[in-house]
């Protein structure tokens, strides 16, 4: 960029620099998918190809996806995050990808309710750097339910993402859909692992329980983590939330009205940055325009 990010982009990247896995180390050569294209209008979308999403899946083994979580120390895990142990909710699963130095990561995402059946909703920092338009990830893949090393729906190659042009550019609306592609004699996502809703312009104030697979000790993103609190409307378009979920755990799903007996509810919001300091409390963006229009790129995707 030529400019300075507005400093509504500042505080987000200062927040995000010490709570999410993706921003850490120096910056490297950026690793350029072979089929990218920029959206028309405030959608930037990144297209995978067959052979590239191919090469996703064989690079992500079951070894290399718990050593990633090895090779990260992000403190203990703090005490309003706790260990998931009721009904299991296969839609949040991990997402594993290469982020732009070229460094193995994770965040966390959701599948959500959509007429192909293959879209996922996370952060847009999960899928492409702010402020540099061409800093996108690669080898990106999305295991369902993901515990202890297991993927027990199996492993989603991510042949597309969506993120809000104002966040290649500006730092702002930190909010991303993905399209996965169907295993070779699987199902399509949501008929493998069902579906959250998603809602957009809702306001906060409501009662939500967020969830991710965040790199703390002990869990190391082995297990999936959540807090609950009543949202509250925080400056810049976005919310908050009490919740010390830590790096990794970004993308993953504010759902309101969650059901515990059937793992269900409604997405309005996701884990985006903290204070800057991995403590309490958890930013997530108000769904807007711009997420209705990443999500509608990616139904139609």
Known sequence: ????????????VSGLATALLALAGPLAAPAVPAAAAAGAGQVGTV???AAEQAATLSYWTPARMKQVGRTVD????????????????PSIGRLFFVNSRGQDTWCTASAVTSANRSVIMTAAHCARLGSSPVNTYSDIVFVPGYAKGKAPYGRYAVKSTM???????ETVNDVAAM??????????????????????????????????????????GEELLYCTGTS?????????????????AS???????????????????????????GRSPMYGPTLDKSARAVYDAAVRG
Do not use: I
């Open 74 to 89: 992000l403190g203990a895990t703090g005490p309003l995050s706790k260990p998931w142990t009721g009904k299991a909710v």
């Open 179 to 220: 399209v996965v592609s169907t295993p070779a004699g699987g199902k399509r996502l949501t008929d493998a692992v069902g579906a959250q809703k998603v809602a957009f312009g809702r306001p906060a104030g409501e009662r939500v329980t967020a969830f991710g697979y965040p790199g703390t000790t002990p869990q190391r």
């Open 251 to 277: 993308g993953g799903p504010w759902l309101a009205g969650f059901d515990s007996a059937t793992g269900k509810g409604t997405v309005v919001s996701v884990n985006s940055h903290g204070e800057g300091d």
């Open 232 to 248: 509250q409307r925080a400056p810049e378009g976005e919310q908050r939330v009490p919740c010390d979920l830590g790096g990794g």
């Open 47 to 49: 297209t995978y190809t």
């Open 163 to 169: 993120t809000p042009r104002s966040w290649a550019e």
């Open 1 to 12: 960029m030529s400019h300075s990010p507005s400093p509504g982009a500042r505080r987000a």
